[in-house]
């Protein structure tokens, strides 16, 4: 979850204000950094000093002394050297964003009020386009895909050769739970141009000659292996007649403009 929360990090835009200044976290916080480097000091982590709020006074504005820090500090762990104690504080405080610091030591902690860090403070933006921040694991999932996935290899070939093909309606088709196993691997090799023909096998020196073993008349690639070899006129002839029965009540301008190659290799 963390892995995939930093992959969605950088399109995350988050905005401080006096609602959530306080709340926000101190270490592994991206905006918190010394030297481009995130903080980690473990004995503030020990001692419960997590949050910006855990820095400030609760009745008047600004940050605490060094001393009260190293009180805090030292009922956890009471070897811990004063010197150390301002070392790290000072560290943590010029490592606060400036306009952080000066709120701080502008306003009280509003600490009686509860307030909390929500979804609300966030905003996500993919493609310059803003979009919800995920309310449920399902859109979640569906943003990190659209961020780290990548489409396959063969999706330009396709676009190329069908350019009205809806590529998302085939994958769904393909990979029908009524179709039998061996028939959505072979859609899934199709569709991903991963079928060992013999113009592949060729390119991988597992074969002499890339011709059709069934017709030997023609290079033997995908296309000629589902539509083009002679030896298969009769079953296109077939499915050609079979798809225009179907299509009998459909619109003629439809019919018309219907690829015959594409739907024999997309609707397999
Ligand atoms: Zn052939």
Redesign the pocket.
Known sequence: MLLAWSKMKTYVAFEANENNIHEIPLFFNSSVTKEGKLLNYKPFIFAGITKVKHLTYEVIPGFLKFIAIHEILSEKDADLKYDDVCKFYKNVLVSLPPEWVHFINENINPVSKNFEITADCFSFSVEDKEVPMPQSSRTFYNLLIQLVGKSPVSESYWIEKYPELELSKCYIFSNLYILPGECRELNFQVLHRTLFTKVKLLKCNMTDNDT?P??A??R?DLE?MFIN???LSQFTDFFKDFLLNFMCNVDDNFVNTLDFDQAMLMCF
């Open positions: 059709c069934v017709c008349q023609s033997e000629h070899c002679v030896n």
